[in-house]
């Protein structure tokens, strides 16, 4: 009884001039689940989307003017395969020890722009290249 109800109400608006389609009628019949569920992913992806751009932003370090003098740097003792950057940390401020890593052996490939300069760097005359198995200190191309 209640589908001939809503089939007469609704041939009803249309022969007065409203357009009615059959998915409003489908949506006006969603349960309470299916709207809460749908409700619950939309604001994951919302969620999702606030939390990247609070991840993209913060990897960002803003080197402002008196950035330096606000910070209190360490002194730095650097261990094996490690050698020691002067102003090598964020923005020029402080030493840091940067690990070496040695020719054919495994790089971490730089994910992103900005941030904390990397703690390591390949030996002198190799780059860290991707071989397609992986990121590698490999030797410079000779000219």
Known sequence: ???KENTFYFSHLARNGFS???NRVINERKTSETLITETFHNMCKILFLVLAGIAVIGARIPCTKNYCEKLQCKQETCGENQVLVKNGGSCGCCDMCKTIIKEGEACPQRRFVGGPPPAWECEMGTTCMDTGD???CLRDCEE
């Open 134 to 136: 992986g990121w590698i």
């Open 1 to 3: 009884m209640r589908i």
């Open 20 to 22: 009615v389609s059959y």
